[in-house]
């Protein structure tokens, strides 16, 4: 156990110092000068243009500012925002909750949906239901979610004043469209993967031996073929947590809700390099710890998973 942890720990390790290298290399192979953003419309001379750069450090070749940020990262600091000078560490964490309410909030209308609908398909298999859900699920699949999200304001919001598009922090309906926009998409492909997970366990000799003990089917697709299709279902809604995480870019856009997609968008906006950096390296860190607890759930869960 305790191997597969510090293995699990090299890897996450090397994963974390991928992505810091790929995100500093595209922040700064993006065309334009962040001086430039942060300065605005001000005039300055030449000479203070190169004074801030060399303030910010801006002027050191690019391994110089990476190590010079990989250093901050290590002992904690995430550096300062190039737009306001506040840590971002302490920006992320002022808008980490809203998302993190938003992700979790998804994820159960995902997972619920999705397991069900797919559940169901299986059990239902071939029928007309079978092939108007699996049609239902492609189409939602499809379908972008600035789309489905922009559709729901004009339904909900719009025409039928039923749900509010922007809502104070303390109306919790106002995160019902969101929510749904960011799991819809989510339950559609979770709803599939169940099916077909369920429906690789159906054809197996252990239903006959329960269906001789005078279980019905639903007893035997909840309590049997349910167990067994897990690995894969746990597999799928980990996935799905990071996903959801990382859609909220556009839905809190759309929706004009705080949290740490928004602030990522503004960043990129002005080109605030360490702020971008730093929401890149929560979801990532988010990302390698939700792989690492689903790993570990694996052996929890199913005694013939093995993590030695």
């Known amino acids: ?52 750069r060399e303030e910010m450090g801006l ?12 250093k901050k990262v290590v002992s904690g600091d995430l550096g300062r925002s190039l737009k306001n000078n506040r840590p971002v560490l302490e920006s992320i964490m002022e808008q980490f909750p809203s998302t993190l309410k938003l992700t979790f909030f998804s994820l159960i209308i995902s997972t619920t949906l999705g397991i069900f609908l797919g559940a169901t398909a299986a059990a239902t298999y071939n029928s007309w239901f079978d092939r108007v859900l699996s049609f239902f699920c492609i189409a939602g699949i499809s379908v ?7 559709l729901l304001i004009l339904f909900f919001a719009v025409r039928n004043k039923l749900l509010p598009a922007v809502a104070s922090t303390n109306d919790w309906r106002g995160m019902i469209l969101p929510a749904v926009t960011l799991g819809f998409g989510e339950a559609c492909w979770l709803a599939r993967m169940v099916r077909s997970s369920i429906l690789d366990e159906m054809n197996k000799n252990y239903q006959n031996l329960a269906r001789a ?20 279902i746990i597999t799928a809604v980990s996935i799905q947590f990071v996903y959801l995480m990382a859609g909220s870019v556009v839905v809190e856009s759309i929706f004009a809700r705080q949290g740490i997609g928004r602030l990522a968008v503004t960043a990129i906006q002005n080109r605030d390099f360490p702020l971008v950096q730093g929401t890149v390296t929560i979801i990532a860190v988010v990302y390698v710890l939700s792989n690492t ?3 570990i759930l694996y052996a929890v869960v199913d005694p013939r998973v093995r993590l030695s």
């Open 59 to 70: 002027n050191k070749s690019l391994p110089e500012q990476y190590i010079d940020y990989m």
């Open 293 to 295: 607890i689903t790993d």
């Open 213 to 232: 003990k005078g279980l019905s089917e639903w007893s035997i697709l909840w309590n049997h073929v349910m167990l067994n299709a897990r690995i894969p």
């Open 1 to 52: 156990m305790w191997n597969y942890l510090g293995r699990r720990m090299l890897t996450s390790l090397s994963i974390l110092i991928g992505v810091s290298v790929l995100t500093f290399l595209m922040l700064h192979f993006v065309p334009g000068d962040p001086v430039r953003a942060l300065i605005g419309r001000q005039s300055v001379t030449p000479e203070r243009l190169e004074e801030i």
């Open 144 to 150: 972008p979610p600035f789309f489905l999200g922009l």
